[in-house]
């Protein structure tokens, strides 16, 4: 992949769920030996040109989950690299079981990849948003959970999981016109956390689509003579514990993600900040348990306080 | 089929029979899914005595026949003809279901034991097989994928997902049987979900059907002999706990205690019954 100012534009325009497709045509046309595999959704999830150019390699599943993670066990079995994908709910949850069994207590190597995942999918309803897919994934033991914070994390997020020697989910979230957060080419490395802005008052940890928002929330804040260290949080699982260690100076940990707060990363950090003796306070950001009424995405991100404007509201509420 | 043979796959069959008995037995209080084990003991000695491409000396020979016990709860008459071809150690079979066993009561992938993969959570398998046939026409390898599968297991909708896509993927590298029973875990399958007509269902989802009694060899002999361009399925009609008078038939056998006396008077029958 050409990673150029240009690229980059245009990978933020069509947003994570559209160059997921780019990227896997691209990882695909050097790797034969990769195998993509959907359910119907191969326009939904800008396979379609690799379907075209490919078709030795795609495989369409129709719309049957629990099959798809079955048959991408038995090609990953057969030393295939296998990528699985569909809406985030149905990559998930539908298979569940097929998941535990087959990727988790049989340790098959297959990379599923969760389109449209947190609250993108606002106005379809709460069957097609997702905010259950990384606590439902993080209590089955062996999985990666990755979360890319733009396009272009999203290609690198694909790349190191194919390589990666155990099986892997990515979570996309956020519409087209997915901002950037990095604007040239950057280390990717699964497990390991990246500060994106050093402060002493406030510590932000996100992933995927929240993360840009944590830095728009931090640059408000720094007006207010609130400094922020900002961490994106790209792999929920394994937990870059090390970077919570270094923050627990500050005076509060903030985590924020478009998932429910019962299970996600805010649980993952503060499963970990309770074994310390002293860590700071933690203000979870995220939907609270709630499923609520639908609507449009900038609507939903305001309504479960996950707009810049609403972070920087919570945080001052919770540092005086 | 010559008659050497046929004997071979009984002898076969009888060994198998006799240290599912065992385990059953050495698993004491731990108990074990007796009755739908030894349903399929023809079957899985047709399979892996004749059947299938092995290497008894090379566990993971690329191009062996690949095999999954889908209703993974029958694992008594795996464990036994993994141990019969020398995959697993006799004196290991007397670990089963004990602490830390590689047997437990629902195959554990171990590839040093010749188990693929793990199985027991119904309707999982014949996914798995499908993607190994899929492999196996990419690879252009001319191993075959066999599935075990039970009939109470045909509840399951996932089945289904898996009985639709294998005849729209023209796999016919791909080979599964039921074991026709008749019963699962608390009744018949009348009672609790009613299984009629799994042929016309199973044809009518493309598959290339075929009806046998499962404890004939010769029967089974004749439908793996069947080539077919469509995937192939045998109905393999079969007696709950068939070898042993008490328990063929009688679902109180689907997972209980073999105790000592039953288990004597089981062997008992079955050496008298095989010579």
Known sequence: ?320 | MEKDKVELVKNFAFNLRKNILKMAFEAGSSSSHLGGALSIVEIVSFLFSYQMKIDKKNISWEDRDRFILSKGHACLAYYAALAEIGFIDKNELNTFEKDDSNLLGHPVLNKKLGIDFSTGSLGMGLSIAIGLSIAAKKKKKDFKIYVIVGDGENNEGSVWEAAMSAPNFKLDNLCVIIDKNNFQQTGTNKEIMNTESLSEKWKSFGWEVSEANGHDIIELFNFFEKKSPKPKLLIANTVKGKGISFSENNNDWHHAVLTKNFYEKALNELETKYK
């Not at chain 1, 933020?12 to 695909?28: D, N």
């Not at chain 1, 297959?110 to 069957?127: N, P, R």
């Not at chain 1, 999203?154 to 999981?161: E, F, P, W, Y």
């Not at chain 1, 997915?178 to 699964?190: H, S």
Request: with cysteine.
């Open chain 1, 1 to 320: 992949m050409i990673i150029n100012d240009r690229n980059i534009k245009m990978w933020s325009t069509i947003g994570q769920r559209a160059t997921l497709g780019i990227a896997a045509l691209e990882i695909a046309k050097n790797n034969k030996n990769l195998i993509v595999l959907t359910c119907d959704v191969s326009t939904s999830a800008g396979l379609d040109r690799f379907r075209k150019t490919l078709p030795e390699q795609y495989i369409d599943l129709g719309i049957a989950e629990q099959n798809l993670i079955g048959v991408a066990t038995g090609l990953s079995s057969e030393k295939f690299d296998v990528i699985t994908t569909t809406f985030a709910p149905f990559q998930t949850m539908r298979c569940c079981e097929q998941i535990k069994v087959n990727l988790g207590y049989m340790s098959h190597k297959v990379c599923m990849v969760g389109l449209a995942s947190g609250l993108a999918l606002g106005t379809l309803g709460f069957t097609h948003s997702c905010i259950e897919d990384i606590g439902v994934l993080r209590s089955i033991p062996g999985i990666t959970i990755i979360s890319p914070a733009d396009s272009l994390e999203t290609i690198k997020a694909l790349d190191a999981a194919v390589k990666l020697n155990g099986p892997c989910y990515i979570r996309l979230t956020g519409t087209s016109n997915n901002p950037i957060v990095y604007d040239k080419d950057y280390n990717f490395e699964i497990g390991k956390s990246i500060k994106l802005r050093e402060g002493s008052d406030v510590a932000i940890f996100s992933s995927g689509s929240s993360v840009n928002n944590s830095l728009k929330a931090s640059e408000l804040l720094s007006e207010k003579n609130i400094s922020c260290t900002v961490i994106n949080m790209h792999t929920i699982k394994p937990l870059d514990t090390k970077a919570i260690l270094e923050v627990c100076n500050h005076k509060l940990i903030v985590s924020i993600e478009e998932h429910n707060i019962i299970g996600g990363l805010g649980s993952a950090i503060s499963e970990f900040k309770s074994t310390l003796e002293k860590s700071p306070k933690q203000l979870f950001l995220g939907i609270k348990d709630v499923y609520g009424k639908g609507g449009t995405y900038n609507h939903l991100l305001n309504k479960h306080g996950l707009t810049p404007e609403k972070i920087v509201e919570n945080v001052l509420k919770n540092l005086s």
